[in-house]
């Protein structure tokens, strides 16, 4: 016998890895941003200058939804990569870099402190990069899906820089609570 299980019970593995793993992931971010009171409806982040290239404000919750599902199935092809070298290694890699990606919506929107965020992101892209390396080793694929969410966290970190250089004292405005807002 020279497979422990057969193709179809690694499969088997990773549809129920991934049953776990998606919705946790994509759920944690929602979760974060949620909390935070991210995005366009929030009062201080509002009277923000926004940079050039900043993208419309509902492309953020597409495009972080579907890298969180990327995130998941990756995860779940190396949870589910039973007697892999550095499985276990790779799993730390992507817990830490997550919960430093979980935590730059609070600080960034809810404690307003754009440049600690910045920091945060910073921090991210090496280790990301670091996951990515170790999850290819283990599974190309599972390596690969994590490259857009690599590329995307690279153009968030160029707009939070941006919104540092736009904004310098953005640290102290405070939210009044009051907000208006006008649609059309």
């Not at 993208?55 to 495009?63: E, L």
């Not at 190396?78 to 007697?83: E, N, T």
């Amino acid at each position: 016998m020279r497979y422990l299980a057969s193709p179809a019970q690694l499969r088997a593995s990773l549809l129920r890895w991934s049953l776990f793993t998606v919705p946790l992931v994509l759920g944690l971010g929602m979760l974060s941003g949620i909390a935070a009171g991210s995005g366009p409806a929030n009062a201080w982040f509002a009277v923000l200058n926004k940079p050039v290239l900043y993208p419309p404000p509902a492309t953020f919750g597409i495009v972080w939804s579907v890298l969180y599902v990327l995130m998941g199935v990756a995860l779940a092809m190396i949870i589910s990569a039973w007697g892999a070298r550095g499985r276990t290694v790779a799993i730390i890699f992507f817990a830490v870099q997550l919960l430093l990606n979980l935590s730059w919506s609070p600080v960034f929107f809810g404690l307003h402190q754009t440049t600690l965020a910045l920091w945060i992101i910073l921090a991210m892209i090496p280790l990301v990069l670091a996951t990515l390396f170790i999850f290819f080793r283990i599974r190309p694929i599972a390596g690969l899906l994590l490259a857009p969410y690599l590329a995307w966290i690279c153009f968030a970190a160029f707009l939070n820089w941006q919104f540092v250089v736009l904004n310098p004292d953005s640290e102290q405005i405070k939210n009044s609570g009051a907000a208006v807002r006008v649609e059309l």
